[in-house]
């Protein structure tokens, strides 16, 4: 049965080793480079692909005629388990081993690239994919017959015979060398070499083509056994733009001495795969989505787009919907998909279009509502910017808080009204920022901002949030009080709650009238958060102030008294990200972007699935 083991460094990974075994053992060269490449940042992924002669997973039939491909399927299928997820974002590097490993791992490295499980080859090592390999279309039948006919020969003689055997072939090879060859042929099957059947349908020369042609360097290490590559093998392995390494003597894996060689060669190729040889590794593949596309260029300021242009290969132009033919051309390769204000719904069909899709950063608040449940299967990894674009809506109203409570709308009207001196002590008795109460209703992202920047202020804040603990409101220095309590003590009521069923309304009349005369209520959640005939009403009778950034409608009617009335400060949903305060929004997209291409987590997720 297929198995596998997954070793990590102590710190995070930087790449990722997929060691797939093939029919043969090759256990100490490989225990000799695992800690090796650990010590290098790179996890060691490694399979082991023997035992498919009773998989229950596959037919008879299956394991007897297309045994290649059944391995392939496996090591494809085992690769997309979701605790590898964490691993399938760095760049792997691909070895296999023997026949059955150097084919699986060759053909997953062509095929993972192309399926939404990752995992995209940066370099593919082949250790001795010939062995044992016949027929194929780098072998000639003559080749696999002598194979054949060599190792009958071989396992129809005596222990005692191979081993003399070795010692004339071999007159440098050490004892315990010698016998762990014989060992090796001795449990080798020759129906294996007769049949050849780990081929799968994929030919070698088309196959070593396609890492040509995409940029992934290949290296084919090899011994000179008399089932090892031939000259010819060679020449067609390079014409396919794979790099040839002979050790010469035998299969290094049956040799001590051959162990450091290999954990120095793969070392190496795979350091120079990852530095690219002086070019970059294949970048993630992203677009953008927003609308309108003049909005991209307003978020990233030149750094940030010099950085993301580093990070990743942005396609096309700036898309305002799915639908065009560049957009659907740009879906098929995309993996990471930057998102903003005004972008269309991600559906399934969307979904489909995309199979290498893998993350979403989106450029504003949270993603969730708009996209379909992710399909089961599938991993897709989404952040926000709801941080990003909540602080200047914790800025904002930190500022009209503190200009409420010092009653600064009332006498700049009165002043503009005057035009003379002001007695401030008598018009504005209870004006001033000293021990106020400032209520905030909802615990959200930007509630929690707002009572953290209140902090320097001697002002007593009080919060309510039926989710809310008392250990965590201990936590952000604010007192927890039930809804109506609050709405009675609070100068200034500020509001910071989404809109659900549960929150439409509820700030209603009898909210309203509890409060304080004189008191302001701040909104800069929704309009829809409020019963806006009530708060009109109240608002029109002069005992209480509002400052107002949303309304329901968000823009109101020409006629509406809001506009007039002077003790509401009417201002046009300016509270979130505007003008400069866009880049910080870019800002983190490019931070999020950085620390998905590492391999690393969102700093801030949100969970899609």
């Known amino acids: 049965m297929l198995s596998y ?16 075994h093939g029919l043969m053992e090759s256990a100490e060269c490989l225990e000799a480079a695992r800690s090796h490449w650990i010590s290098r940042q790179w996890a060691v992924l490694t399979m082991d692909l023997r035992g498919h002669g009773s998989s229950p997973r596959w037919s008879e039939q299956e394991l007897r005629e297309h045994p290649g491909d059944v391995m392939v399927r496996d090591v494809l299928d085992l690769l997309e388990l979701e605790e590898l ?24 490295a062509s095929a993972l690239e192309r399926t939404p499980a990752g995992f995209r080859p940066a370099g593919v090592l082949l250790e001795d994919p010939f062995w044992r390999l016949p027929v194929t279309t780098l072998q000639e039948r003559d080749v696999a017959e002598a194979a054949y006919a060599h190792l009958v020969d071989v396992q129809s003689r005596t222990p005692e015979e191979r081993v003399q055997t070795r010692r004339r072939e071999w007159p440098n090879w050490s004892e ?23 081929v799968p349908s994929l030919p070698w020369p088309e196959l070593l083509a396609s890492f040509t042609a995409s940029g992934v360097p290949t290296l084919i290490i090899t011994g000179t056994v008399r089932t090892g590559i031939t000259p010819q093998h060679q020449q067609i392995a390079r014409t396919a733009g794979a790099a040839i390494e002979v050790f010469d003597g035998a299969s290094h894996f049956i040799r001590r001495d051959m162990e450091d060689r290999f954990m120095d060669t793969a070392t190496n190729f795979f350091t120079k795969s990852l ?10 593949v992203a677009m953008a989505v927003m609308a309108p596309p003049e909005l991209f260029s307003k978020l990233f300021s030149s750094l940030a787009m010099s950085t993301l242009d580093r990070l990743v290969d942005l396609r096309g132009p700036v898309f305002k919907d799915f639908s065009t033919p560049d957009a659907q051309a740009a879906l098929t390769d995309v993996e990471v998909l930057i998102t903003g204000w005004g972008c269309p719904k991600i559906d399934g069909d969307i979904l489909s279009a995309a199979p290498k899709l ?31 674009n909540g602080r200047p809506v914790a800025e904002y109203t930190l500022a009209m808080i503190l200009l409420a409570n010092k009653q600064a709308f009332e006498s700049a009207r009165m002043y503009g009204e005057r035009r003379g001196p002001i007695d401030r002590e008598q018009e504005f008795p209870r ?7 400032v209520g905030l209703v909802g615990a959200s992202r930007i509630g929690r901002q707002v009572a953290k920047l209140l902090r320097p202020f001697e002002l007593e804040v009080v919060i309510h949030d039926p989710y809310l603990d008392e250990a965590e409101a201990v936590a952000l220095g604010v007192t927890l009080l039930p809804l109506q309590e609050l709405m009675t003590r609070s ?9 659900t069923p549960e929150t439409t309304a509820m700030i209603g009349a009898s909210e309203l009238a509890s409060m304080k005369d004189g008191a302001t209520l701040i909104n800069t959640a929704r309009g829809e958060v409020l019963d806006q005939a009530a708060l009109e009403k109240e608002l029109a009778s002069g005992r209480i102030n509002a400052i107002l950034d949303v309304a329901a409608p968000d823009v109101l009617p020409l006629e509406h008294p809001f506009y007039e009335l002077p003790n509401v400060m009417l201002t046009p949903h300016i509270a979130g990200s505007m003008g400069t305060e866009l880049l910080r929004m870019g800002d983190h997209v490019v931070a999020e972007m950085e620390r998905y291409v590492k391999g690393e987590p969102f700093a801030y997720p949100e969970e899609l699935s």
């Open 5 to 20: 083991r997954l070793a990590l460094p102590e710190s995070a990974a930087t790449a990722v080793v997929i060691a797939i």
């Open 85 to 108: 997820q964490d691993v399938a974002q760095l760049p792997a590097l691909y070895y296999g081993h023997s026949a059955g490993g150097g084919v699986a791992a060759a053909v997953a």
């Open 176 to 198: 315990a060398e010698i016998q762990r060859s014989c060992k090796a042929q001795e449990d080798c099957d020759p129906n294996l070499v007769r049949n050849g059947n780990v």
């Open 275 to 284: 530095e690219g040889k002086g070019k970059q590794l294949a970048k993630p």
């Open 358 to 388: 893998r993350a979403i950063i989106h450029a504003g608040g949270v993603i969730a509502g708009n996209i379909v449940p992710i399909p089961t299967g599938r991993k897709i990894v989404g952040s926000n910017a709801g941080e990003a």
């Open 431 to 437: 004006a001033g920022n000293y021990q106020k109460t």
């Open 491 to 499: 100068d200034i009521v500020s509001l910071h709650v989404p809109v």
